[in-house]
Each structure stands twice: as structure tokens, then as C-alpha cells.
């Protein structure tokens, strides 16, 4: 990709989030709600159940010297490894009851533990951005069986990574939203025909909003781990390059 190229995906960044930022005050002042998630609503409830995992946790680790999580191999990606067990809280008796919004209740959301050896902290990982991201990597698949090993490959928004096109995959009725912004969300693959949900947007919105400065070394998904209580549950690595966030494929 062009520096041309970085300048103008920059410039609709920007562009976008300062709707956002507009859009939210207008929110704020009316007292209205996302008609269609009800997003308020639903931050806080994840807010709520948050602070008593990461209470029970706190206590399980002082009194059993170990952590609640289930285990996880080494190939299970960085934010969908250390699931809290639920269970095993409740059944010792830290939580009288497990959340709704958990799935093991029902819900549409895993609780993990981030920084699990230095500051174990709680985090939610959204199942309904796992199960959309699973849905379009079958209809991937599909593709590449039907065409010779050939992907449904869109625009090349990063080095090597193209958008999913939608006409091609036939998924044009999954659509995404995301879990930070509630803005849509682009379904990227890399050239193997991995799908990962696109995170540029919120990323690029958090950096504008707290004047962040970013290194090129460091993985600009952690600056939304550390803002909110959510993981960029199916996503690549982020880089700063230029003035934007470019999602890079993980070396093996």
C-alpha cells in the first residue's frame, strides 16, 4: 500500500470518527439509546458482571493460590485463551450465581483473564463477533472449494490483506457491528484465506480521542483492551505506519 493510499484511508478514519463523536453527543443529550442493541444498556450490564468476576477471581487466586481458567493450548489465540471458569467459582462459593451475560447462562459473551501472570484482569470476549467472523470463514471455504483454491478476495486494505467480498462469498446478509464502536465492521482475509474482523476504525477512533502517540513496534490492540472491558476478539495484529493503524500478518 501507498503512503498516497495510508493518507486517504487517514483522512476517511478521521472523517468517520468525528461523525461518531457527533453522533454520541446527540445521544447523550436526548438520552436516547441505540434502537437496534440498546448499546447502553448493555455496557453496563457487562460493566456490572465484570466487576464481580474480577472480585471472585481476586479472592479464588489469594485463597487457592492459582487462577479459575480452563486451559487452553498454545495455538488458541491471545484473546480467546483463559476462559474464566465459571463453574468452578461457583461451585466454591465466590459468586452466588453466574452472570446472564455469560454464556455458560445463556448469554453471548466468554469472560477471560488478560495479563494472567502480572495483573490478571477480567475482560469479555464477544461470542456474536466470534460466530459472524465463523460464518463468513465457511462461506470462505465453500468458496475456495468451488473455485480451485481461488479466493473471494476484495480491496487490499493492508499488505497482503483484502476485504471479503461480499457479492462473491455470498455474505451479503452477515452483517457486523462492532463492540467498541457499534459502527460497522469489514470481514478481512489474509492470503490464505483466513477471516478476521477489522478493528483500523476503532483503533484509529480510541488514538484520535486520548492523543495517543504509538510506536511502530507495539500492537495497537492493546490501547482497546486497556479502554474497555472487551477483547478485539478475531482480529490480526496492529501496527502504526505512517498516521494509521495497518493490521500485519502474524508471523508463525
Known amino acids: 500500500m501507498t503512503q498516497a493510499q495510508f493518507a486517504r484511508r487517514s483522512g476517511r478514519f478521521r472523517k468517520a470518527a468525528a461523525a461518531v463523536m457527533v453522533a454520541l453527543l446527540a445521544v447523550s443529550l436526548t438520552g436516547c439509546l441505540y434502537p437496534e442493541e440498546k448499546k447502553s444498556e448493555n455496557s453496563v450490564s457487562y460493566r456490572e458482571s465484570v466487576k464481580r468476576i474480577q472480585s471472585a477471581v481476586d479472592d479464588f487466586q489469594k485463597d487457592q493460590g492459582i487462577l479459575p481458567i480452563l486451559n487452553a493450548d498454545e495455538s488458541t489465540p491471545k484473546y480467546e485463551k483463559f476462559r474464566v471458569d465459571m463453574d468452578q467459582l461457583q461451585k466454591r462459593g465466590y459468586i452466588d450465581e453466574i452472570p446472564s451475560t455469560a454464556f455458560e447462562k445463556g448469554g453471548s459473551a466468554y ?105 511502530k513496534e507495539e500492537d495497537l490492540r492493546e490501547e482497546l483492551v486497556k479502554s474497555s472491558d472487551f477483547v478485539p476478539v478475531k482480529s490480526l495484529p496492529y501496527h ?3 498516521d494509521s493503524p495497518v493490521a500485519v500478518v502474524s508471523q508463525p
Request: no cysteine; proline share 5%.
Open 111 to 215: 469472560f477471560l483473564i488478560q495479563n494472567e501472570e502480572t495483573d490478571p484482569t477480567v475482560k469479555v470476549m464477544d461470542l456474536i463477533t466470534v460466530q459472524k467472523v465463523n460464518d463468513v470463514q465457511r462461506a470462505v471455504n465453500q468458496y475456495k472449494i468451488a473455485h480451485d483454491g481461488k479466493l473471494p478476495a476484495g480491496e487490499e486494505v493492508y499488505p497482503g490483506i483484502h476485504t471479503v467480498d461480499p457479492a462473491l462469498a455470498k455474505t451479503e446478509s452477515i452483517e457486523l457491528k462492532s463492540i467498541y464502536s457499534g459502527q460497522d465492521m469489514n470481514f478481512i482475509m489474509d492470503q490464505a484465506g483466513v477471516v478476521y474482523a477489522d478493528y483500523s476504525f476503532d483503533i484509529m477512533q480510541l488514538i484520535d480521542k486520548e492523543g495517543l502517540k504509538p510506536s
Open 240 to 242: 502504526w505506519s505512517g
